[in-house]
T-cell receptor, first 116, second 116 residues
Framework: AQSVTQLDSQVPVFEEAPVELRCNYS??????LFWYVQYPNQGLQLLLK??????LVKGINGFEAEFNKSQTSFHLRKPSVHISDTAEYFC??????????????FGTGTRLTIIP | GAGVSQSPRYKVAKRGQDVALRCDPI?????LFWYQQALGQGPEFLTY????????KSGLPSDRFFAERPEGSVSTLKIQRTQQEDSAVYLC??????????????FGQGTRLTVV
């Protein structure tokens, strides 16, 4: 089984400041890692994903994340946030062994609030 | 259509009533998933279809929950004899194919079910 921990339920950040949203996971097998964003009254939208290769992945809207296998982490970062980044952010994993069934296991989410 | 479409967007049901939630996936997408998102939580997996075959229903919380995808396209999630703990947002997602490649899942806006 897999589990995902997002320790920070809420993160307030001033506009144009940097932000890091933390994600740690637990799994007995290798996993793919994802960050999804959920704007108010919207569905989930993929920000970025790590499948293999370079551990630093870049996504949409200026976000990036770094996979650290030894620390089982996949923290999300942005160097300068904008008001429009206010949303709920979810980290998720898929076990690579689940061939043909890519069900996602999500964390509980981090609500990012940008302060003008 | 251009994205995953779910209907209705909002549903209020009296306790004990049966409800049916509909999902129209992106045309041509083989895989279809249902997730349940309780207030303040991350989405939790309910069930998975590959075309019309329901390959995993391990997340369905009770036998009151039933899902189908008879023609490998539109899917319906049915909840019988609704109870207050069923109140949640039900999310549908589709992807091109579950081939162990970390294929991106596209989410609908969800159906918010409130049981009173």
């Amino acid at each position: 089984a897999q589990s995902v921990t997002q320790l920070d339920s809420q993160v307030p950040v001033f506009e144009e400041a940097p932000v890091e949203l933390r994600c740690n996971y637990s799994s007995s097998v290798s996993v793919y890692l994802f960050w999804y964003v959920q704007y108010p009254n919207q569905g989930l939208q993929l920000l970025l994903k790590y499948l293999s290769g370079s551990t630093l992945v870049k996504g949409i809207n200026g976000f990036e994340a770094e996979f650290n296998k030894s620390q089982t982490s996949f923290h999300l970062r942005k160097p300068s946030v904008h008001i429009s980044d206010t949303a709920e952010y979810f980290c998720a994993v898929i076990p690579i062994s689940n061939f043909g069934n890519e069900k996602l296991t999500f964390g509980t989410g981090t609500r990012l609030t940008i302060i003008p | 259509g251009a994205g995953v479409s779910q209907s209705p967007r909002y549903k209020v049901a009296k306790r004990g009533q049966d409800v049916a939630l509909r999902c129209d996936p992106i045309s041509g997408h083989v895989s279809l998933f249902w997730y349940q998102q309780a207030l303040g939580q991350g989405p939790e997996f309910l069930t998975y279809f590959q075309n019309e075959a329901q390959l995993d229903k391990s997340g369905l919380p009770s036998d009151r929950f039933f899902a189908e995808r008879p023609e490998g396209s539109v899917s319906t999630l049915k909840i019988q004899r609704t109870q207050q703990e069923d109140s949640a947002v039900y999310l549908c997602a589709s992807s091109l194919a579950g081939q162990g490649l970390g294929t991106e899942a596209f989410f609908g806006q969800g159906t918010r079910l409130t049981v009173v």
